[in-house]
């Protein structure tokens, strides 16, 4: 074995390799798999939301072999699925391969990354998300709160919208945040994902759930004035800034332009 040689092995026992076939390509060239050779991720999704999975793979345990060299890294395999964004509540189905070959390379599925996205106006860039990621052990950790199993409901999540204004016209934007909560739907610190006993997934179905929170509330806390008759105001500090700013007492407001163009001076009635 030449010195070139032992480099690429140290490198892909170290790095994990993302895949550049897409996911039909990977089922077609499954022949011979069976169901144990994946597993099915089955997530409850909002109405406008969307979800994308990216399977990360790593070499099997004691393999050395050599994997398709791209530019910035050594790439072993990648399985991509996305969801379509519905207009109603939905389940997202996604089918992930556990194991794949890249070139003479057998690899393992090491995890999933997760894109959350949402659709929260009519324009095609009103759109905002974040990331989740499901990590598939071959030992239990023993200590991880986040630690699941193919027998419930796992890795559930909630995202909330938080609004804002840009740019000099003022108008209205929308941030997502998401967060994991535990069985009793309690709001957690950390994001949705967790891991996964990889002598659990063969053949099984994952359940996963995503939800929308009941409220939105302002991005920058401070900024926008709770009306009597219900919304939110965006407050004028005279700091000569376009968008909202500190509220005062008494408060003074703007207005501002909505997704579907009006100016109003109220989210999300509009107007009082």
């Known amino acids: 074995m030449n010195i070139l040689t032992k480099t690429v092995t140290r490198k892909i026992k170290k ?24 597993f099915t991720l089955k997530t409850a999704m909002p109405a406008n939301f969307k979800l994308e999975a990216d399977g990360y793979y790593i070499p099997a345990t004691a393999q050395e072999c050599k ?14 699925s996305t969801s379509g964004t519905k207009d109603s509540d939905y389940t997202a189905v996604l089918h992930i391969p556990l194991k794949v070959i890249a070139g003479d390379c057998p690899l393992i599925l090491g995890g999933l990354k997760l894109d959350i996205e949402g659709k929260w106006g009519p324009g095609m860039w009103d759109v905002d998300g ?15 709160e986040k630690l699941v199993s193919t027998e419930s409901t796992i890795l559930n999540g909630e995202c909330q919208w938080f609004f804002r204004t840009m740019g000099p016209k003022r ?15 309690q709001v957690l610190k950390y994001s949705p994902g967790g891991s ?5 997934l063969p053949g099984q179905t994952i359940n996963m759930s995503i939800r929308l929170a009941d409220t939105e509330k302002p991005y920058y806390k401070g900024f926008w004035f709770k009306a009597a008759a219900g919304g939110w105001k965006p407050c004028d500090a005279n700091w000569g800034r376009d968008m909202e700013e500190e509220c005062l007492t008494p408060p003074k407001f703007k207005n501002f332009i909505m997704p579907d ?5 109220v989210y999300p009635t509009c107007t009082e």
């Open 196 to 200: 996964i006993q990889r002598d659990k």
């Open 67 to 80: 994997a398709p060299w791209t530019r910035r890294k050594y790439v072993a395999d990648r399985e991509s």
């Open 171 to 185: 108008f209205l934007a929308k941030v997502m945040k998401c967060s994991a909560i535990d069985k009793n739907g």
């Open 261 to 265: 163009g009006r100016d109003c001076s």
């Open 15 to 38: 790095r994990a390799a993302w895949a550049t076939i897409i996911f039909p390509m990977l089922l077609a060239s499954g022949c011979g798999a069976t169901d144990n050779d994946k």
């Open 130 to 144: 974040v990331k989740a990621s499901i990590s598939i052990r071959d030992k239990d950790p023993g200590d991880s």
